[in-house]
């Protein structure tokens, strides 16, 4: 037996059958439309990008042939020459003020980083193009260069270049000699004999020596010099006490050498006095020697107590020596004058004819030879001739002067 068929089901047995099939797009006529338009934008507006590229490109047949045909093209690279140009100027002027203000290694530091800025601008600018084309023209408009400001600013640029180079050198000196005179410092300090302080002594007064030679037109030279007083003052206190007892040291060595010195003039002198008589020529070479002796005794000060006595004690030797050398030089020189003029007077008497010979006239010259003679010296070379001449005149008194003796001893000793 059938069921009877519900309300719904006979109305789904009404709908009919309509066979479906998928759905086609359209052709998208609008997306190639757009394509196009962005594709011909693209080249309106990437052409002429690409062409003033390549027109300022910095090649000299690039940038020669458009400056001659189309010098607007190059408007960007004149822009860029124009921002670089002022940068280049105003770089380097304030570079020149941090470097000659400056005070602290920070303005030095900031005049080297204006220095760069500089120098990047200057290396920036096509100077074989400014040189041929200086100036350009399109339409009204105009662009020109003005060399003269910008090779100051590169003369500036060069001269601060070395300028600087000069403050780093000298910075470098000053913090060398720094650490140079504190270490010097402390070798002093550590040092256990006087040898080691007097070598420490001298290494540190050189070091600050040369921290006096570091230009004082840099920042590190006016740094040194405001800071060698101190050292200098440091140096002072603590090797003051050294100094003295080094100079004392010295003083006494120098005394010692200057005595050792005059000994040997000394001892050379009484040499040479030994077995007189001597000549006068003798005499006044061993007198030199006394005088040289004399003079380094004199030479040596009171600052070395000790050498200073010693030096007086032999002085008042010395010079007793000198005193009677000069009299047996004196007596040597007067000795050998009587003898020869004893010897002229013997000729003018043996002169006298032989009726005449026991004369007043004679007797009076033959005393006037005794006379002479007699102020002869004891001691001198001349004394024994004098003699032999007394006894041969004494001898030949009452003889005829065919008989007098012969003046074998004319001749003078040498002076």
């Known amino acids: ?62 940038r020669r042939s458009v400056a001659q045909t189309a010098p607007i093209l190059l408007l960007p690279s004149y822009i860029s020459i124009e921002r670089n140009y002022r940068g280049a100027i105003a770089s380097a002027n304030q570079a020149e003020q941090f470097l000659q203000n400056a005070k602290t290694l920070e303005d030095l530091d900031l005049g080297q980083q204006q220095l760069r800025k500089a120098q990047q601008h200057a290396a920036a600018l096509p100077i074989w193009f400014l040189e041929e084309f200086p100036e350009a023209k399109w339409g009204n408009s105009n662009w020109q260069w003005h060399p003269v400001a910008l090779n100051h600013s590169l003369v500036t640029i060069k001269r601060l270049k070395t300028r600087l180079s000069r403050e780093r050198e000298a910075t470098t000196q000053l913090r060398q000699l720094e650490q140079g005179i504190h270490g010097l410092k402390w070798d002093y300090i550590q040092s256990s004999t006087q ?10 007064k050189t070091a600050l020596d040369k921290l006096g030679k570091i230009p ?81 005794l004199e030479s040596i000060t009171p600052d070395d107590l000790e050498g200073y006595s010693r030096a007086q ?4 030797k010395y010079n007793a020596n000198l005193g009677q050398i000069r009299v047996r030089r004196q007596a040597e020189q ?51 001739k004098a003699r032999k001449m007394r006894i041969s005149i004494d001898a030949n008194n009452q003889n005829i002067p065919s008989t007098s003796p012969k003046m074998d001893n004319k001749i003078a000793p040498k002076r």
């Open 216 to 296: 004082r037109q840099t920042l590190a030279g006016k740094t040194a010099q405001a800071q060698q007083t101190l050292y200098e003052r440091e140096f002072q206190q603590h090797t003051q006490k050294t100094q003295a007892i080094t100079g004392t040291l010295e003083h006494r060595q120098q005394s010692k050498t200057l005595i050792e010195g005059a000994w040997q003039f000394a001892w050379q002198a009484a040499l040479a006095s030994q077995n007189p008589p001597h000549s006068a020529a003798q005499w006044q070479q061993i007198e030199v020697l006394w005088e040289r002796a004399i003079s380094l």
């Open 195 to 204: 040898t080691d302080k007097k070598r420490a002594i001298a290494d540190w």
């Open 313 to 316: 004690q032999f002085l008042a």
């Open 334 to 384: 007067e000795s050998v004058e009587m003898l020869e003029q004893a010897q002229r007077q013997m000729e003018r008497w043996l002169g006298i004819s032989p009726n005449e010979f026991h004369s007043q006239r004679a007797e009076a010259q033959r005393q006037g030879i005794i006379h002479t003679l007699e102020k002869v010296q004891p001691g001198t070379t001349a004394y024994p």
């Open 1 to 62: 037996m059938t069921q009877p068929q519900t309300q719904n089901q006979t109305a789904e047995e009404d709908i009919p059958f309509i066979p479906t099939y998928p759905l086609k797009s359209s052709p998208p006529l609008q997306t190639k439309r757009f394509g196009m338009r962005a594709l011909k934008g693209l080249l309106w507006v990437g052409l002429p990008i690409a062409v003033v590229t390549i027109a300022n490109l910095p090649h000299p047949t690039v």
